[in-house]
């Protein structure tokens, strides 16, 4: 099973589009989900996506196979060109620094940006990132962000948003 989080309901569409997946609730979150995976729409900012994830992870037994991801968009410097799908291989969050893969340097943040010397930012990856790195059954996870704007989260859309997770999907190699 591939379990996937997101913090907004428009970047969750993109996968419900493609996948024609269904809509349920699981304890407080919005799910989508079909045979092969289950989307979870977990709101802005680092608790929600932390207890998202954990609520996904209690719910459902883990097996070797599964895959955790966390995906959505992010703002970044203007070496990231808008809508490329960046693999995210360090977070930085309250000053500590996580690396767990190869991959691009995302900020986890309290609130948007506005400029910076920043790689990549959001307001969820570590979230995601510190529930299953605790979960030792857990053996597959990833972060993926969408670059959706250089510092100027202002200029953002539902519609904007959705159309460029979904343009990035088959890049995703899911299955």
Same mark, same amino acid.
């Given at each position: 099973?591939?379990?996937?989080?997101?913090?907004?309901? @428009?970047?969750?569409?993109?996968?419900?589009?493609?996948?024609?997946?269904?809509?349920?609730?699981?304890?407080?979150?919005?799910?989508? %989900?079909?045979?092969?995976?289950?989307?979870?729409v977990s *709101?802005?900012?680092?608790? *929600?996506?932390? %207890?998202?994830?954990?609520?996904?992870?209690?719910?459902?037994?883990?097996? !070797?196979? /599964?895959?955790?991801?966390?995906?959505?968009?992010?703002?970044? @410097?203007?070496?990231? @060109?808008?809508?490329?799908?960046?693999?995210? =291989?360090?977070?930085?969050?309250?000053?500590?620094?996580?690396? %767990? *893969?190869?991959?691009?340097?995302?900020?986890?943040?309290?609130?948007?940006?506005?400029?910076? !010397?920043?790689?990549?930012? !959001?307001? #969820?990856?570590? =979230?995601?990132? /510190? $529930?299953?790195?605790? *979960?030792? $059954?857990?053996?597959n996870f990833?972060?993926?962000?969408?670059? @959706? !704007?250089?510092?100027?989260?202002?200029?953002?859309?539902?519609?904007?948003?959705?159309?460029?997770?979904f343009k990035?999907? /088959?890049?995703? #190699?899911? %299955?």
């Open positions: 099973m591939i379990y996937i989080v997101t913090a907004l309901k @428009s970047e969750a569409q993109a996968f419900v589009d493609k996948y024609k997946l269904k809509k349920t609730t699981l304890k407080n979150y919005t799910l989508f %989900f079909n045979e092969h995976m289950k989307v979870v *709101n802005i900012g680092v608790e *929600n996506a932390r %207890f998202a994830t954990q609520t996904l992870i209690n719910y459902y037994d883990i097996t !070797d196979e /599964d895959i955790y991801i966390n995906i959505g968009v992010c703002g970044a @410097s203007k070496k990231h @060109s808008i809508g490329k799908l960046l693999k995210i =291989g360090t977070i930085i969050h309250q000053e500590l620094t996580y690396s %767990f *893969n190869e991959g691009v340097t995302l900020t986890c943040v309290e609130q948007e940006i506005h400029g910076g !010397d920043f790689e990549a930012v !959001d307001m #969820e990856s570590y =979230g995601f990132y /510190d $529930a299953v790195v605790h *979960n030792p $059954a857990i053996k990833a972060i993926y962000k969408v670059v @959706s !704007d250089h510092y100027e989260p202002h200029t953002l859309n539902k519609d904007m948003v959705k159309s460029l997770l990035q999907l /088959d890049n995703l #190699e899911l %299955f």
